[in-house]
């Protein structure tokens, strides 16, 4: 197990971002309310909106989950949002945060934070699905304690790549690779999704430790959402059709890598005995 670390905590990540201005019709960037913004899907009263709308809480216990979607949709942009992760022994829980369209070949975007059993770190677990196909996992371990305090996790999303984002250092880049016949998502807007479940037969050490109900309920909270994207494809040109990382972001990204990263499926050979996925040679 790595130990944590605050190496370079202090620093701003900073992307070089080319921004066009648009119609504010076409441009969806909102620090709003969660009541404005969002519709509690399932769990009845295990979803909270309090403190104004300015604050989010879900909650598992033995009999349900629960989860929120965003009211709109969005075709590229960055979305941000702060949670503070399920305290204590949360072992066998998963809360999940990610974009995602509707359907059979429908197109996501995944953080997903794996429980733990006391004193053991989170896994941060990330996946990108492309025309209803995934298997593109990698898992990292936070470099803090998630449930102590709130941290923004973010996704950078345009034509060119995906960029996951802990605090505003990268933990993830998932690159169009289209040229290498690997599709990209593109053409489907997706809402923002979050749910907290129970997914203890495989969420923390391969499902051999178990949820312990005797904790719940489980509660995973939220606050400052943010959002600069577009609700349509007309804005597939304009302000994030280029967004690359800098040298510092790139140094960052290759910290987390070397130091917390804990499976990659690009190097997993025994899974892909036939060779990596195209978007990993």
Not at 76 to 94: C, E, P
Not at 143 to 171: A, G
Not at 188 to 202: F, V
Request: with cysteine; glycine share 8%.
């Amino acid at each position: 197990m790595k130990s944590f670390s605050t190496y370079g905590s202090s620093k701003p990540l900073f992307l070089t971002v080319l921004i066009t201005v648009i119609s504010s019709s076409l441009m969806a960037a909102s620090a709003g309310s969660f009541y404005q913004d969002f519709d509690l899907t399932w769990g009845d009263h295990r979803a909270k909106i309090f403190n104004g709308g300015q604050l989010l809480s879900l909650s598992l216990d033995k009999v349900s989950g629960s989860g929120f979607k965003s009211k709109k949709e969005y075709l590229f942009g960055r979305i941000d949002m702060q949670l503070k992760l399920v305290a204590g022994n949360s072992a066998g829980t998963v809360t999940a945060y990610y974009l995602s369209s509707e359907g059979a070949t429908h197109d996501e975007i995944d953080f997903e934070f794996l429980g733990n059993s006391s004193g053991d770190p989170y896994i941060v677990h990330t996946n990108v699905f492309t025309q209803g196909k995934g298997n593109r996992e990698q898992q990292f371990y936070l470099w803090f304690d998630p449930t102590k305090n709130f941290h923004t996790y973010s996704i950078i999303w345009d034509s060119l790549q995906i960029v996951f984002l802990v605090d505003n250092t990268p933990i993830r880049v998932f690159a169009n690779a289209e040229r290498k016949g690997v599709p990209f998502p593109k053409n489907q807007p997706m809402r923002i999704h979050s749910s907290l479940w129970n997914a203890d037969d495989w969420a923390t050490r391969g499902g051999l430790v178990k949820t312990d109900w005797s904790k719940a309920p489980f509660t995973a909270y939220y606050r400052n959402f943010n959002v600069q994207g577009s609700t349509s494809s007309k804005f597939m040109s304009g302000a994030w059709k280029s967004q690359q990382l800098d040298a510092y972001s790139r140094r960052r990204l290759r910290w987390v890598q070397k130091n917390f990263m804990i499976y990659n499926y690009c190097t997993d050979l025994k899974r892909f005995p036939q060779g990596v996925p195209a978007e990993c040679r």
